[in-house]
């Protein structure tokens, strides 16, 4: 088989047949060549059985451990040389697999994953538009950090025999958990991550500013859980942060700023971004005995 498609879902009852069915009508590559795997990390509404029925293969783990424990999950169980993982909220386009192989399959070893394109998805409430604006999943960005390079678990694909080669994604991190899985496969195997720019997933954007700023609080937990891990290559000091509070403070002056339109939009949202990933860095980083 050549590609397996691994979907974690949680709670997904809502979005997870749309993200199935997507898979499941997949053009380019036959049916038998590819599968549709979602992992149902502790899902108690429904989500199984919606999966079910738009055409997936379930496979259910009884208690919610995070979207790496069911990737790796879904990974072991799975048949393809090539893993394409998605989310149950997004919806991949419809020759996203056949572009995604069409730069995974023959590359050497010098390509060590490949990326597509993720795009927002009925962006109509200010705080979904804001992460369009900004290109928040925006997998070219992602890759070319010049510190840690990864890319967005949404749209992404590894052959398979490398994740289980180390073990997968960390259980232990619920965030920022495919950076750190992409270090260690840099480490074991080199390469780089090839961008699919055709390869196009649509991305339902957290729909209020207090949902968002959930979710970016936990990026920052995330972020600061994965530095503390990785002191030497890594470090982050107290000096560091309060620069980082800086340019944090200097982003509420430009909000504060009367602007209109989407601009206005891009200030304040910014500002709710970089605020909740400080409070969640914060949380992670320094508090139960982190380094300063």
């Known amino acids: 088989m050549r590609v397996s498609v691994i979907i974690p879902a949680y709670n997904a009852v809502g979005t997870v047949a749309e993200a199935v069915g997507a898979v499941v009508r997949q053009a380019g590559v036959p049916a038998d060549q590819r599968e549709c795997i979602v992992v149902s990390d502790g899902s108690t509404d429904g989500t199984d059985e919606a999966a079910r029925a738009a055409g997936a293969t379930v496979l259910r783990v009884a208690v919610n451990r995070g979207c790496g ?5 879904g990974t072991r169980a799975a048949r393809g040389a090539w893993i394409a993982f998605t989310d149950a909220d997004c919806v991949p386009s419809r020759r996203w697999l056949a572009e995604l192989l069409a730069n995974a399959e023959g590359a050497g070893r010098g390509t060590l994953a490949v990326a597509g394109r993720t795009v927002g998805l009925d962006s109509v409430t200010p705080a979904a538009r804001f992460m369009d604006l900004i290109g928040a999943l925006d997998a070219e960005k992602y890759v070319r950090h010049g510190v840690a390079p990864w890319a967005p678990s949404c ?14 994604f960390d259980p232990s991190m619920r ?6 899985l992409h270090q260690r ?6 390469g780089e991550i090839a961008l699919a ?35 030497a290559t890594w470090p982050w000091s107290a000096g560091q942060e309060l620069a980082a509070w800086g340019r944090t403070l200097a982003q509420a ?23 909740a990933q400080r409070v969640g860095f914060v949380q992670a980083y ?7």
Not at 175 to 180: L, R
Request: aromatic share 10%; net charge positive; proline share 3%.
């Open 69 to 73: 424990a069911a990737r790796n999950a």
């Open 155 to 168: 749209n992404l694909a590894y052959r398979r025999e490398d994740l289980l080669a180390v073990g997968g």
């Open 175 to 180: 965030w920022y958990e495919t950076c750190e």
């Open 185 to 190: 496969l840099v480490a074991r195997f080199g």
């Open 197 to 231: 720019p055709r390869a196009v997933v649509m991305h339902r954007h957290r729909a209020t500013w207090r949902d968002l700023w959930r979710q970016q609080v936990n990026y920052g937990r995330g972020q600061g859980q994965f530095l503390r891990r990785h002191p």
């Open 253 to 275: 002056w430009r909000a504060a700023t009367p602007r209109s339109g989407d601009d206005g939009l891009v200030r304040r949202g910014l500002l709710v971004k970089q605020l």
């Open 286 to 292: 320094f508090a139960d005995g982190g380094r300063a």
